[in-house]
């Protein structure tokens, strides 16, 4: 080995060291809260699987099996073994229907609510938000149909589960995409019409979707070239082709969320890039990723563990990219520093019009010191002193009849919320002080 090169972590893999571990960790904390709240328990599937789950699982034309996933021959050491095809899991779906069905999980009756957190593998052209090894935190509503699996309510519980999980995680601004890709029965139908809708236009169309619509037409609706946006536009939409059972399915979901209070957009070409799904699909998304923009995704997988040659055991699902909060957590925290940088460093309120000379007076003495200080009015309620201060300043000192008279005056720090007495003479090395530090 040549020392003057030292070996580096493969392409589209990182180290993760501190403090950013930190961030994992508080990420996957809330997330094991979440959970626990929902009656969700943990499931820890192996991380290499047999090839033939994932093609059978996930689909022979997805992306994910066409060309993502790192697959070898593994020797057999022993007589007794064989040589068999074995693939680093590219989600955890599968591995989870195959547990479900290898321990017989559907004869206990009951619905199993499993969650997941952990690695990856899919080998994708490296970029911001996209590795090829990544986390994912998902989970899973599976079961008998006689446990209540195939109920919108549970689809409904799950969305409204995950938008609870965003906003404890403090994830601002993510968006809920909605649509309903119908049951097995109905897809045929609809692949039928995309066909001969497709048939006249395809040629003008990119190469992918060229390709796509010979192997898996429903693809062609996840297209982003932009040539080919006004043609995909005038296509079928899906859920003109959903039979009386699907749509009163989506309808139930819908209604369920209203009453919950969770928002939603109606995409009608989330298709989803995974062949398992049936009717309910979603995605969130997060405008502050830029191309990489699904936060997570999921849906309903009614026909999955018959496809992988288990029972039927109906559910819903989804997966969260972990490494895509963390970016998303990170640069929230990095816009909110740099919005307290352009802050005052302190606004000064007077408490009733009387102080309002003595507030000007202490205004001067700060900003002479070097401070930026913000100038309140006796006139307002402290109530709205502190709303305005909040808005325009790090702290407020309030500045009232007592504190003239004893010089010793309240200040209240809005990033730690810590409220403290300091004498006049003071103040000014104080507030400097706190400025230096979130420099
Ligand atoms: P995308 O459209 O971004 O490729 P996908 O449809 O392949 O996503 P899923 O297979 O549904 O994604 O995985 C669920 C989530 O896992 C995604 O929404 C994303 O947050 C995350 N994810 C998927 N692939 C990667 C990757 N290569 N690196 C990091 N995160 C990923
Ligand atoms: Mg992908």
Same mark, same amino acid.
């Given at each position: 080995m040549n020392p003057m090169n030292p070996l580096k972590a493969v392409r589209g893999t990182r180290d993760l060291m501190p403090p950013e571990t930190a961030l994992w960790n508080r990420i996957e904390a809330v997330a094991r809260s979440v959970f626990g709240r929902y009656n969700f328990g943990e499931i820890r599937t192996p991380i290499f699987e047999d090839t033939a789950l994932f093609a059978r699982g996930v689909g022979e034309e997805t992306d994910i099996v066409s060309k993502e996933m790192y697959t070898w021959e593994d020797r057999a050491r022993a007589q007794s073994e064989k040589t068999q095809s074995l693939t680093l899991r590219p989600e955890n779906t599968a591995g989870v229907v195959r547990a479900y069905i290898e321990h017989k999980l559907g004869e206990t009756g009951q619905l199993q609510k499993l969650f997941y957190i952990g690695p990856q593998f899919r080998r994708e052209r490296p970029q911001k938000g996209r590795y090829r090894q990544f986390s994912q935190i998902g989970a899973e509503v599976i079961g008998p149909a006689h446990a209540g699996a195939e109920s919108a309510l549970r689809d409904a519980e799950v969305l409204e589960m995950l938008a609870t999980l965003l906003d404890e995680l403090g994830i601002e601004g993510w968006t809920l995409k909605l649509n309903s890709v119908g049951s097995a029965a109905d897809r045929p139908v609809y692949l039928a019409k995309l066909k001969a809708a497709l048939g006249p236009v395809v040629g003008g169309m990119c190469a992918d979707c060229q390709r796509r619509a010979e192997t898996n037409p429903l693809r062609v609706l996840d297209c982003k070239v932009p040539e080919d946006q006004p043609i995909i536009?005038?296509?079928?939409?899906?859920? &003109?082709?959903?039979?009386?059972?699907? *749509?009163?399915?989506?309808?139930?979901?819908?209604?369920?969320?209203?009453?919950?209070?969770?928002?939603?957009?109606?995409?009608?070409?989330? @298709? =989803? #890039?995974? &062949?398992?799904?049936?009717?309910?699909?979603?995605?969130?998304?997060?405008?502050?990723?830029?191309?990489?923009n699904a936060l997570l995704g999921g849906g309903r997988y009614d026909g999955l563990s018959e496809a992988i040659g288990g029972p039927k055991a109906p559910g819903i699902g989804f997966a969260m990219g972990e490494d895509r909060l963390v970016l998303t957590l990170a640069a929230q925290l990095e816009a909110q520093q740099a919005a307290r940088a352009e802050l005052a460093d302190v606004y000064v309120?007077? @408490?009733?019009? =009387?102080?309002?000379?003595?507030?000007?007076?202490?205004?001067?003495?700060?900003? =002479?010191? #070097?401070?930026?200080?913000?100038?309140?009015? #006796?006139?307002? *309620?402290?109530?709205?002193?502190?709303?305005?201060?909040?808005?325009?300043? =790090?702290?407020?000192?309030?500045?009232?009849?007592?504190?003239?008279?004893?010089?010793?005056?309240?200040?209240?720090?809005?990033?730690?919320? @810590?409220?403290?007495?300091?004498p006049r003479a003071e103040l000014a090395n104080s507030l400097l002080a706190a400025r230096a530090e979130t420099k």
């Open positions: 536009d005038g296509l079928p939409r899906i859920g &003109d082709s959903l039979d009386a059972a699907s *749509r009163e399915h989506f309808a139930a979901v819908r209604a369920a969320l209203d009453a919950a209070g969770v928002g939603y957009t109606l995409d009608h070409r989330l @298709v =989803r #890039g995974l &062949d398992y799904y049936t009717r309910t699909t979603f995605e969130f998304t997060h405008g502050g990723l830029g191309a990489q309120a007077p @408490v009733g019009e =009387r102080q309002n000379a003595a507030a000007l007076a202490l205004a001067r003495e700060l900003r =002479r010191a #070097g401070l930026r200080v913000e100038l309140g009015d #006796g006139a307002f *309620r402290v109530k709205k002193s502190f709303e305005a201060a909040d808005k325009a300043a =790090r702290a407020i000192v309030l500045l009232g009849e007592d504190e003239a008279a004893s010089g010793m005056l309240t200040v209240k720090d809005f990033a730690t919320a @810590v409220q403290t007495k300091v």
